[in-house]
């Protein structure tokens, strides 16, 4: 790897990373309602400064697996934002207690078809690019299938966090 791949990899990660805490900011100010119990624990301040200390270090491994990291960092930090602004306008606390209210009044299969929709797009999509172009793993193709992986991982992701707001719903009416 040569000093133009590490350079690559940097601003690829430092992108990434970046949306992804502009984002979180953005959304939970506070923390109040992130999902991360690390950064909560850990503040903005030591948040920024490991994700500072990071990219160089991750900026050296395989470039598959920074594009990946990078490209998955920046599908969260669009999560992030498609919830943020209606965050932002009612304040973190507000909000959690709307969610839980929506949890608890509505039956399990009320947003399925939204939820299965946004989840497989993101699937279709990663799996899609992944063995298309992942069969030619020669030059540039390959990083290209990297991305598709990133994205089938976010649509795992997404339904995984979903499917867990869902079940919560049992435990706040066990409550």
Do not use: H
Not at 22 to 36: A, C, H, R
Not at 78 to 83: A, C, D, G, M, P
Not at 148 to 158: D, N, P, S
């Amino acid at each position: 790897m040569d000093i133009m791949d590490i350079i690559f990899n940097m601003i690829v990660l430092a992108i990434g990373r970046s949306l992804d805490l502009l984002s979180t900011w953005y959304g939970s100010p506070n923390f109040d309602i992130e999902v991360n119990s690390w950064m909560k624990r850990a503040g903005w301040k030591n948040v920024i400064l490991i994700n500072i200390c990071l990219i160089p270090i991750l900026a050296i491994v395989p470039q598959k697996r920074t594009i990946f990291f990078g490209v998955l960092s920046g599908l969260m930090a669009l999560r992030n934002f498609q919830i943020g602004t209606m965050i932002r306008a009612m304040g973190e606390k507000a909000y959690l207690e709307t969610y839980r209210q929506f949890i608890k009044r509505t039956p399990w299969y009320f947003p399925l078809i939204p939820i299965v929709c946004e989840v497989s797009i993101y699937i279709v999509l990663g799996i899609t690019i992944s063995i298309s172009i992942g069969k030619n793993p020669q030059g540039n193709l390959e990083y290209v299938s990297t991305i598709g992986t990133a994205f089938l991982c976010f649509g795992l992701m997404i339904a995984c966090i979903i499917i867990a707001q869902r079940l919560e719903k049992i435990y706040i009416r066990g409550n």
